[in-house]
C-alpha cells in the first residue's frame, strides 16, 4: 500500500493518522467515530470538552455535518475553501458529541494541501484534526514536529514537508445572529467583510444582538495555549535590549546589536506578518530546545495584518514555563 492508502486503512480500523495541512500538521481520526475520536485525546492530553475541527474533503459536504446552513457560509466556502478558515455551524445530528465538545456547534474546513485533500477524498468523510502535539503546547509545521511531540502515539505520520501558513486557521463563528471571528487567522475582518457584505465582529467586542447566546467553545481559544516550556515574555523594543541577561534568548524585528550578554542567542523575525506567522512555531520550538532561561520576543505591530501573530504570541505566553500535565 502506498502512503495515502495505508493512512485509510488506518482511519477505517479508528487509528489515529498525523496528516500535513497549509496551517499546522493535524493528528486525524475518523470523524465520525467516538472511539477513533477518544483516541486524540488521550494522545495528546486535551480535556474532553474541548471541541475539534472536522476536515472535509470539499463544500459538498457541508450537509452531511451541519443544518439550517446560512448563505454566507455558502459564500465563504466559496471564496476560501480549500483554505484557512474554519466556520462554526450549527451542527447535523449525526455529528458525534465529543467533536463538538457537547456543544450544538461544529467547525469545519477544507485544507489547501495536496495531501491532506489526498487523504480526504481517498477517505471520503470527515476526518477530525487537531494540532498534533501535546495539548497547550507548540504546534507543529513539520513532521519532525509531530515526531518529536507524539513519538509512538501516532502509528502514521504523512510527511508534506513545511506547512505554508504555519498559524492555525481564522474561526468565524455563524450560529448566531451575528458572525464573530473567534480566533483570528490568515484570512482577516475584512477578507470576510468583502464576501458577506457586512463586518464580522471579533471576539471580546460588544455582542449586542446575539440574543444573550454565549459564544461556542472553540480550539485554541484558552489563554494558555501554543507555549514553549522555557518561560516566555513579551517586550516592547524600546525596553528589550535594557531587559536582556546572560542566556536569555530572542526574537526580534529589530536589528542585532553589536554587543550581548554572554550567551544570548539572538533570532531575526521576518518583517512582514505572513512570513513571520510562517516562521513562528519553528522559531520557538528551536529556542525551547536550546535550554536558554528565557525567551524574549519583541512585541509585534498592532495592525490587523498582525492579529493572528500577537493572538499566539499573548497565550504562548500565559501557558510557556509550566510542566506537562501528561
Given at each position: 500500500?502506498?502512503?495515502?492508502?495505508?493512512?485509510?486503512?488506518?482511519?477505517?480500523?479508528?487509528?489515529?493518522?498525523?496528516?500535513?495541512?497549509?496551517?499546522?500538521?493535524?493528528?486525524?481520526?475518523?470523524?465520525?467515530?467516538?472511539?477513533?475520536?477518544?483516541?486524540?485525546?488521550?494522545?495528546?492530553?486535551?480535556?474532553?470538552?474541548?471541541?475539534?475541527?472536522?476536515?472535509?474533503?470539499?463544500?459538498?459536504?457541508?450537509?452531511v455535518w451541519a443544518r439550517a446552513i446560512p448563505k454566507e457560509a455558502i459564500a465563504l466556502a466559496r471564496a476560501f475553501w480549500p483554505?484557512?478558515?474554519?466556520?462554526?455551524?450549527?451542527?447535523?445530528?449525526?455529528?458525534?458529541?465529543?467533536?463538538?465538545?457537547?456543544?450544538?456547534?461544529?467547525?469545519?474546513?477544507?485544507?489547501?494541501?495536496?495531501?491532506?485533500?489526498?487523504?480526504?477524498?481517498?477517505?471520503?468523510?470527515?476526518?477530525?484534526?487537531?494540532?498534533?502535539?501535546?495539548?497547550?503546547?507548540?504546534?507543529?509545521?513539520?513532521?519532525?514536529?509531530?515526531?518529536?511531540?507524539?513519538?509512538?502515539?501516532?502509528?502514521?505520520?504523512?510527511?508534506?514537508?513545511?506547512?505554508?501558513?504555519?498559524?492555525?486557521?481564522?474561526?468565524?463563528?455563524?450560529?448566531?445572529?451575528?458572525?464573530?471571528?473567534?480566533?483570528?487567522?490568515?484570512?482577516?475582518?475584512?477578507?470576510?467583510?468583502?464576501?458577506?457584505?457586512?463586518?464580522?465582529?471579533?471576539?471580546?467586542?460588544?455582542?449586542?444582538?446575539?440574543?444573550?447566546?454565549?459564544?461556542?467553545?472553540?480550539?485554541?481559544?484558552?489563554?494558555?495555549?501554543?507555549?514553549?516550556?522555557?518561560?516566555?515574555?513579551?517586550?516592547?523594543?524600546?525596553d528589550l535590549l535594557a531587559a536582556l541577561q546572560p542566556g536569555d534568548a530572542v526574537l526580534a524585528r529589530m536589528a542585532r546589536p553589536?554587543?550581548?550578554?554572554?550567551?544570548?542567542?539572538?533570532?531575526?523575525?521576518?518583517?512582514?506578518?505572513?512570513?513571520y506567522g510562517h516562521d513562528l512555531y519553528a522559531a520557538l520550538r528551536d529556542l525551547d530546545a536550546v535550554g536558554c532561561r528565557r525567551?524574549?520576543?519583541?512585541?509585534?505591530?498592532?495592525?490587523?495584518?498582525?492579529?493572528?501573530?500577537?493572538?499566539?504570541?499573548?497565550?504562548?505566553?500565559?501557558?510557556?514555563?509550566?510542566?506537562?500535565?501528561?
Amino acid at each position: 500500500m502506498n502512503p495515502i492508502q495505508q493512512a485509510v486503512a488506518l482511519l477505517r480500523r479508528g487509528d489515529l493518522v498525523a496528516l500535513p495541512t497549509e496551517t499546522v500538521y493535524g493528528l486525524g481520526a475518523d470523524a465520525m467515530n467516538p472511539d477513533a475520536c477518544a483516541r486524540i485525546f488521550a494522545a495528546k492530553g486535551r480535556p474532553s470538552d474541548h471541541p475539534l475541527i472536522v476536515h472535509l474533503p470539499d463544500a459538498e459536504q457541508l450537509p452531511v455535518w451541519a443544518r439550517a446552513i446560512p448563505k454566507e457560509a455558502i459564500a465563504l466556502a466559496r471564496a476560501f475553501w480549500p483554505g484557512p478558515l474554519t466556520l462554526i455551524l450549527k451542527k447535523h445530528e449525526d455529528v458525534p458529541d465529543l467533536v463538538t465538545g457537547g456543544q450544538d456547534t461544529v467547525g469545519l474546513r477544507v485544507p489547501d494541501h495536496p495531501v491532506a485533500l489526498e487523504l480526504l477524498r481517498a477517505f471520503g468523510g470527515g476526518i477530525a484534526a487537531p494540532s498534533a502535539n501535546r495539548f497547550g503546547r507548540i504546534s507543529p509545521t513539520t513532521a519532525d514536529h509531530v515526531r518529536e511531540e507524539l513519538g509512538d502515539r501516532v502509528p502514521l505520520i504523512l510527511d508534506g514537508g513545511p506547512c505554508q501558513v504555519g498559524l492555525e486557521s481564522t474561526i468565524l463563528d455563524l450560529s448566531r445572529d451575528v458572525p464573530v471571528i473567534l480566533r483570528p487567522g490568515a484570512i482577516g475582518v475584512d477578507d470576510i467583510a468583502r464576501v458577506i457584505g457586512r463586518r464580522p465582529r471579533l471576539r471580546g467586542e460588544d455582542e449586542a444582538g446575539q440574543g444573550g447566546a454565549a459564544a461556542p467553545r472553540v480550539s485554541g481559544a484558552l489563554a494558555a495555549h501554543y507555549a514553549p516550556r522555557t518561560p516566555l515574555e513579551l517586550i516592547a523594543g524600546a525596553d528589550l535590549l535594557a531587559a536582556l541577561q546572560p542566556g536569555d534568548a530572542v526574537l526580534a524585528r529589530m536589528a542585532r546589536p553589536d554587543r550581548l550578554p554572554d550567551g544570548v542567542r539572538w533570532v531575526a523575525a521576518a518583517p512582514d506578518a505572513a512570513a513571520y506567522g510562517h516562521d513562528l512555531y519553528a522559531a520557538l520550538r528551536d529556542l525551547d530546545a536550546v535550554g536558554c532561561r528565557r525567551i524574549l520576543v519583541e512585541t509585534p505591530p498592532a495592525g490587523p495584518e498582525w492579529s493572528a501573530v500577537v493572538d499566539r504570541l499573548g497565550r504562548a505566553a500565559v501557558g510557556s514555563g509550566e510542566d506537562d500535565e501528561t
